[in-house]
Nanobody, 126 residues
Framework: QLQVVESGGGLVQPGGSLRLSCAAA?????????IGWFRQAPGKEREGISY????????NYADSVKGRFTISRDNVKNTVYLQMNSLKPEDTAVYYC??????????????????WGQGTQVTVSS
């Protein structure tokens, strides 16, 4: 089965930026998959924060990150990115990349995604 791997997390100061990457494990490509980014903070439910269709033509964002985060994909590089700007302490969470082969009507519903990465920690703190 498809395996996706997140990278790029770390510690950043409030107002700073970070770029997360989502890549497929060896032998797979992401060009036929819609990708969602999710995050989960301690004690909270997993939250859908962004989505991009397989072609990149459609993107969605949660209100909490709209205007600050940008999702993109480079199917030649076989990578999906989440550029996070103007980071806030409340953005601190484990961030997950998830994939689904077909378009999802409710992009933020975790149950609609088939493959999940291991997560990468993002900590926003001074």
């Amino acid at each position: 089965q498809l395996q996706v791997v997140e990278s790029g997390g770390g510690l950043v100061q409030p107002g700073g930026s970070l770029r997360l990457s989502c890549a497929a494990a060896s032998g797979f490509t992401l060009d036929s998959y819609a990708i969602g980014w999710f995050r989960q903070a301690p004690g909270k439910e997993r939250e859908g924060i962004s989505y991009i269709s397989s072609s990149g033509a459609i993107t969605n964002y949660a209100d909490s990150v709209k205007g600050r985060f940008t999702i993109s994909r480079d199917n030649v590089k076989n990578t999906v990115y989440l550029q996070m700007n103007s980071l806030k302490p409340e953005d601190t969470a484990v961030y997950y990349c998830a994939a689904r082969r077909f378009r999802v009507s409710n992009w933020s519903a975790t149950r609609l995604y088939d493959y999940w990465g291991q997560g990468t920690q993002v900590t926003v703190s001074s």
